[in-house]
Every structure is written in C-alpha cells, then in structure tokens.
C-alpha cells in the first residue's frame, strides 16, 4: 500500500461550521491571539484563557465531520493514511480517520500546568461536560489546563509528523494558510518523488519548486477531485 498523508488545518473544519482562524471574520479577529493562545496570556489570566476553550469545547457537541473529512477516512481502504492536523477538533476521529497526529494538541483533553507534556496527566474531557475551572486539578496537583500547544511552546510532535512526511508517496495540504511552524515546514520534508496536492479556495504561499498539484475548490468538493484523480493513477 502506497502511503497517503494528509496535512489538516482549520479550513478543514470550515464547512463543518468551525471558524477559520485567519481569513475575514476568523477567530483571530474576535480574541487577541496573544491573550488566547500563548502561554504568556494563560500565565497573565489563566481564567480567561480556561473560558476560552471552554467555549470553544462546547461549540464542538453542535458540530459534525463533513464530507472533506469522510473522504479522507475513506481512503484508509487503499493507502496506508496518516492525518497530521493543526487542528484540535475531533471531526477526523469522529469521520472514522484512526492513525491521527495533532500538532496543536486535543481541544478535548486537558493536562499538567506544570508539565503539559506528562503524559501521565492528559485527560480526556466527560462529552457531556467539558469544561474545566480554576481550581480543577491535575494528577501532578497542578492546575488543570487546555491540552494544546499554545504560541511560544514546543510541538513534540512534529518528529512523528516528520517521519510520516519524509515517507510519503502522496501528500495532500487541505485549509492551512502555511503561516505557522513548524507545521507549515513540513511540506520541505517530502521526498522527490512524492506527488503533492493543495486543496484550498484560496491561492496559499508555498514553496513553487515542490510541483504542488492546486485544487482550488473547499475540502468537500477538492476531496472528491482529488479521489478522482487518485482513481486515475
Ligand atoms: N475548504 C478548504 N480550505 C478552506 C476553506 C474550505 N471550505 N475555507 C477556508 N479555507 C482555507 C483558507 O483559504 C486558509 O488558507 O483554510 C486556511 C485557513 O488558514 P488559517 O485560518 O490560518 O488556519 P491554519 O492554517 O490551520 O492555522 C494554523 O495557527 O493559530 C494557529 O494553532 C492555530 O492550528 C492553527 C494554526
């Protein structure tokens, strides 16, 4: 089996209802990403970051994977795939995606303020309730807090995203802007002969010696091109 990655962001979610974080009217326009989404503004005011993500949790019982997201899953009959996603929904995992590496962490799990990468501390959120208060503790007895990696902290994942990359027969880049690293870097991974296709409405800075493959279209309609053309070859 050839081996499919994906590289996610947030336009994935797009038609699922989730906001963008960059294009007009994205969430970066509505909250300071400095305040929001760094580890200064959770250690300046941890309460209105923990609101924040409790927000955002809540919107993800009212939203569901789209066709994009079913698509991808549904080539796991015939590559061997890997979704590396920026985004911390769990609309990949809800479409039936099982070999999954989030970047940016889980909006669905919390952990350590101390060591938010002690695995011993993740937890996963109760569905029906997942909110997380100040005082709510860790298994370390720290504060619990959001498990995402927030500006000005370290990715430990993209080494596995890395590998994935570097052995890929076919990567897809579906709604990312390619602003942030090291995520976006991962395009530079590929190997030479690695076909690469971008799906995205929109025209997104990349590296032009690469041979991207442009699917102009959203993450519904560019999926269905795309297994098309997948059928072809
Ligand atoms: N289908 C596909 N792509 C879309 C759609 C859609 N329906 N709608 C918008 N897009 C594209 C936009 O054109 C843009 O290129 O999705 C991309 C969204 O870019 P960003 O909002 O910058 O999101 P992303 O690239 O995932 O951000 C990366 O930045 O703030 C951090 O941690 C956060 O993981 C996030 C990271």
Same mark, same amino acid.
């Given at each position: 089996?050839?081996?499919?990655?994906f590289?996610t962001?947030?336009g994935m979610s797009a038609e699922s209802?989730?906001?963008?974080?960059?294009?007009?009217?994205?969430?970066?326009?509505?909250?300071?990403?400095?305040?929001?989404?760094?580890?200064?503004?959770?250690?300046?005011?941890?309460?209105?970051?923990?609101?924040?993500?409790?927000?955002?949790?809540?919107?993800?019982?009212?939203?569901?994977p789209n066709e994009g997201h079913r698509l991808v899953?549904s080539l796991?009959?015939?590559?061997?795939?890997?979704?590396?996603?920026?985004?911390?929904?769990?609309?990949?995992?809800?479409a039936?995606?099982? %070999?999954? $590496?989030?970047?940016? !962490?889980?909006?669905? =799990?919390?952990? /350590?303020?101390?060591? &938010?990468?002690?695995?011993?501390?993740?937890?996963?959120?109760?569905?029906? %309730?997942? $909110?997380?208060?100040? !005082?709510?503790?860790? =298994?370390?007895? /720290?504060?619990?807090? &959001?498990?995402?990696?927030?500006?000005?902290?370290?990715?430990?994942?993209?080494?596995?995203?890395?590998?994935?990359?570097?052995?890929?027969?076919?990567?897809v880049v579906i709604g990312?802007?390619?602003?942030?690293?090291?995520?976006?870097?991962?395009?530079?991974?590929?190997?030479?002969?690695?076909?690469?296709y971008l799906i995205d409405p929109k025209?997104v800075?990349?590296?032009?010696?690469?041979?991207?493959h442009h699917i102009m279209k959203g993450a519904s309609e560019g999926m269905k091109e795309l297994c098309d053309i997948l059928k072809?070859?």
């Amino acid at each position: 089996m050839k081996n499919l990655v994906f590289l996610t962001g947030a336009g994935m979610s797009a038609e699922s209802g989730i906001s963008t974080f960059r294009d007009s009217g994205g969430l970066w326009e509505q909250y300071p990403v400095e305040a929001v989404a760094s580890i200064q503004g959770y250690e300046r005011n941890p309460q209105l970051v923990q609101n924040f993500y409790n927000q955002r949790r809540a919107q993800l019982s009212s939203v569901h994977p789209n066709e994009g997201h079913r698509l991808v899953a549904s080539l796991q009959d015939q590559y061997h795939v890997t979704v590396v996603t920026q985004n911390v929904d769990d609309l990949h995992e809800r479409a039936g995606s099982r %070999n999954i $590496i989030h970047l940016h !962490g889980e909006l669905m =799990k919390a952990t /350590s303020s101390r060591n &938010p990468n002690d695995t011993s501390c993740i937890v996963t959120l109760p569905k029906e %309730n997942p $909110i997380i208060k100040m !005082g709510d503790k860790a =298994k370390d007895g /720290s504060q619990l807090r &959001p498990f995402i990696v927030w500006f000005g902290e370290s990715v430990p994942m993209i080494e596995p995203a890395i590998a994935e990359v570097s052995k890929a027969d076919i990567l897809v880049v579906i709604g990312t802007s390619l602003n942030v690293y090291p995520a976006a870097g991962l395009l530079n991974f590929t190997n030479p002969h690695c076909q690469i296709y971008l799906i995205d409405p929109k025209q997104v800075p990349y590296n032009p010696t690469l041979g991207i493959h442009h699917i102009m279209k959203g993450a519904s309609e560019g999926m269905k091109e795309l297994c098309d053309i997948l059928k072809k070859t």
